[in-house]
């Protein structure tokens, strides 16, 4: 009995606790629209589909509520910006580019590089990479890159033969990327 009552407050304290926490998060998220979601769960029963149809729900969503719209599910919310205005503006914003909290399992492999780091590191790091991707730089390597483009596509037709798993997909991958790269 006295555990059941225990329990019941360390419940209600934690449901209070997270309500008055997330409160002003939740009024700005509640106008933007969405997936109908549920209690706890949030949109988890959207997404419920099979890996070869999730991609096709996606895109349903996207075009549904195009430019922006807000997923979420236990304590976890994701706003999808879809229009290259926001996701620009978005981008520009150094104060804005604290990374989610899967990216904590990259640091140990990547360390605080371009993709993990934040704000100040991050946009310093970002001005010295963002000559090397500038078009003209990059419409030397068009040629080189449909072609290794092209011959990637050649190699899995032919070791997929009508069948849609490959092998060896990532060795590929990896192959005619480093190729694409060097401009083999």
Not at 109 to 131: C, D, E, F, M, V
Not at 155 to 181: R, S
Request: net charge positive; glycine share 4%; with cysteine.
């Amino acid at each position: 009995m006295f555990f059941t009552i225990f329990l019941g407050m360390v419940s209600f304290l934690f449901l209070l606790h997270c309500s008055i926490k997330f409160r002003r998060v939740t009024r700005i998220l509640e106008v933007l629209p969405g997936p109908k979601a549920y209690p706890i769960i949030g949109n988890l029963l959207h997404f419920q589909e099979k890996n070869d149809k999730l991609f096709e729900v996606f895109c349903k969503t996207d075009k549904e509520y195009y430019p922006i719209y807000k997923m979420w599910s236990f304590f976890n919310t994701t706003v999808v910006l879809l229009h290259p205005e926001d996701i620009e503006v978005l981008m520009r914003s150094p104060k804005h580019i604290t990374k989610s909290a899967f990216y904590k399992f990259l640091k140990p492999w990547l360390s605080t590089g371009l993709l993990t780091s934040t704000g100040a590191k991050w946009q310093h790091r970002r001005k010295i990479l963002t000559p090397a991707f500038h078009f003209n730089i990059l419409k030397h390597f068009i040629v080189a890159l449909n072609n290794e483009a092209q011959y990637l596509v050649s190699l899995v037709k032919e070791q997929g033969k009508g069948n849609p798993i490959i092998q060896n997909l990532e060795e590929l991958m990896t192959e005619h990327t480093l190729n694409a790269v060097c401009g083999k």
